[in-house]
């Protein structure tokens, strides 16, 4: 009697390359989250329709049979094609939806950033939605990590460094930012030693690298900073310079954020600069993603 393709589905050939890696019908439901009853039964069908016994189970175990054998990389390949088929449907489907989620956690600004690669990007891909994505302090990949965001605009250093790919977009010194009646502030630049028994204001201890990058520890010589406070968002940070419970270190494109009334920025001699990039996760291949990564790049500065 012929078999017809049809007879035979996915789940079956999945439930079959369970049992068939594991060799241990409790841990192969277990993985699959069906009941053991349910998975033999799946298999024994299987079997029938096939024709021939596809595992030997005996006291010792269970194991695979020539005919099992036979059928486990047709049964791999067979399925691997299958969800290269579904990532290829989310894919179309995602540019059929045509909507690119932009997370940042403070507005990149800078010149007219957003707006320029919004330009380069929807000339390669019209129809495209851009949707911007407000993320609090405390998660320094922006919405990346949790899949909210597709792509980000974030600080380095990043965690979790592989997961992520990226092109820098900005390239810019640390200034320090002071409350105006601070004895410092009357300068017009200063030496990072200057400010090495200054109280700092420390962003969440849930983002160690960024808080690092942002006290300067590579420049600290080993001393330990003195935390004066700590800041989640750019009005906290503004109220604190203004409160006197600390300095804090800011790039200088974000420096018009706290540059208002009561607080100064100075130039700080001593420090590397800090970079600004716009990340994605390294495992998304999406063509939008890849597409606004590359008018991204394409606007990349000189000096980075």
Same mark, same amino acid.
């Given at each position: #009697? ?9 789940? *079956? %050939? ?14 192969? /439901? !277990? ?9 033999? @039964?799946?298999?024994?069908?299987? !079997? ?26 047709? /049964?791999?390949?067979?399925?691997? $094609? ?5 990532? $290829?449907?989310?894919?179309?489907? +995602? ?8 997370? #940042?956690?403070?507005? =990149? ?21 851009? @949707? ?17 965001? *597709? ?20 390239? +810019? ?5 002071? =409350? ?12 990072? $030693? *200057? ?53 804090? %270190? ?27 990039? %716009?990340?994605?996760?390294?495992? *998304? ?5 890849r597409g606004y990564a590359r008018a991204a790049a394409e606007l990349r500065p000189r000096e980075a």
């Amino acid at each position: #009697m012929g078999m017809t393709t049809s007879d035979v589905h996915g789940r *079956d %050939l999945r439930y079959f390359l369970a049992v068939a890696e594991e060799l241990h019908f409790t841990r192969a /439901a !277990e993985r699959l989250y069906v009941s053991q009853p349910a998975l033999s @039964k799946q298999i024994r069908a299987l !079997e029938r329709q096939l024709g021939a016994p596809l595992f030997d189970r005996d006291r010792r175990g269970v194991a695979l049979t020539p005919v099992g054998t036979a059928l486990l990389p047709h /049964a791999r390949a067979a399925l691997a $094609a299958w969800e290269e088929g579904r990532e $290829a449907v989310r894919r179309a489907r +995602e540019a059929a939806d045509g909507t690119l989620v932009v997370g #940042m956690s403070t507005s =990149p600004g800078r010149g007219g950033l957003l707006p320029a690669i919004r330009s380069r990007f929807t000339e390669a891909h019209p129809g495209v939605r851009l @949707k911007l994505r407000q993320v609090a302090w405390d998660d320094p990949t922006a919405g990346l990590a949790d899949g909210g965001s *597709d792509v980000a605009f974030v600080w380095l250093p990043l965690a979790g460094a592989d997961r992520f790919r990226w092109v820098v977009v900005a390239a +810019e010194p640390r200034l320090v930012a002071l =409350p105006a009646a601070h004895p410092l502030a009357a300068r017009e630049s200063l030496d990072f $030693a *200057d400010l090495l028994d200054e109280p700092f204001l420390a962003l969440p201890d849930g983002v160690p690298e960024l808080r690092d990058h942002w006290l300067a520890l590579d420049a600290r010589g080993g001393r330990p900073p003195v935390i004066g406070a700590e800041i989640g968002g750019v009005d906290e940070t503004y109220e604190a310079l203004v409160g006197g419970l600390g300095v804090c %270190l800011v790039a200088a494109g974000n420096a018009p954020l706290l540059a208002r009334e009561g607080v100064v920025v100075r130039p700080v001699r001593g420090l590397t600069p800090s970079h600004l990039v %716009l990340a994605w996760r390294a495992d *998304d291949t999406r063509p939008l993603v890849r597409g606004y990564a590359r008018a991204a790049a394409e606007l990349r500065p000189r000096e980075a």
